[in-house]
């Protein structure tokens, strides 16, 4: 048996938006263990989903590439505001703030891969497999995503705070052109080319240890 369209569709759900949150609220609460507790105040340190959902990256880009079948899905919510300059010490504590949101969509991507074990020898509900199958995927999607060394892009804070400052001025400067890079790499399908073969590699460094 397989699902259909709008089958797939209601499965994502949960998944995409367990995701895209907990990668939020990590930003969040890392920048408030360093020192900044700008996200706490606004109550965006939380799982509540609709304190993060962004209509545009939430919602219609996800949907719009489950409806389309694309090779994979992604998407972005409203982010957590970080005042960097709140942080004991910005230039070093900006990269453990950005590494949190993709090190939540890896543990993610391993609690998926563990219940879909688990849901193979128990279970065997194939509303339940494709579940745990788009958690793996989009988890792995939002973090090697977000580890592109690009501006405003989790993986452009840490190469600003690793690189010395000099460059690291150059490149956070770039931010403003982050998005259209991005957008750039989507349409030119440049981005498939780059990520694909990643999701592939992780997904079987997963399979092999856990299925």
């Known amino acids: 048996m397989e699902l ?3 089958q797939y569709f209601t499965i994502s759900i949960i998944p995409v938006l367990l995701a ?3 990668h939020e609220a990590a930003h969040g609460y890392a920048a408030k263990y360093f020192g900044d507790k700008t996200a706490f105040f606004l109550g965006r340190i939380t799982l509540n ?3 993060h959902i962004d209509p ?4 219609l880009i996800p949907g719009a590439l489950l409806l389309l079948g694309a090779p994979f899905l992604f998407g972005w919510a409203k982010p957590v505001p ?3 300059s709140n942080l004991k010490n910005p230039k070093k504590n900006m990269l453990w703030v950005a590494l949190a949101g993709p090190a939540s969509n890896f543990i993610m991507a391993i609690l998926w891969t563990i219940l879909l074990a688990l849901s193979q020898k128990i279970s065997g509900s194939i509303f339940l497999l ?7 995927m989009i988890n792995l999607v939002l973090m090697l995503l977000n580890l592109l060394p690009i501006p405003p892009l989790d993986g452009g804070r840490v190469a600003i705070s690793l690189l010395p400052n000099p460059w690291s001025f150059k490149l ?3 931010e403003r052109y982050g998005m259209f890079f991005l957008l750039f790499l989507i349409m030119s399908g440049l981005l498939s080319t780059i990520l694909l073969p990643l999701i592939r590699l992780f997904q079987g460094l997963l399979a092999g240890i856990f299925l």
């Open 172 to 174: 956070a400067g770039m």
């Open 82 to 84: 970080v005042n960097f």
């Open 49 to 51: 989903p609709t304190k």
């Open 56 to 59: 545009i990256g939430t919602v």
């Open 4 to 6: 259909n369209t709008i």
């Open 130 to 136: 494709g579940m745990c199958q788009v958690g793996v």
């Open 20 to 22: 895209i949150t907990v």
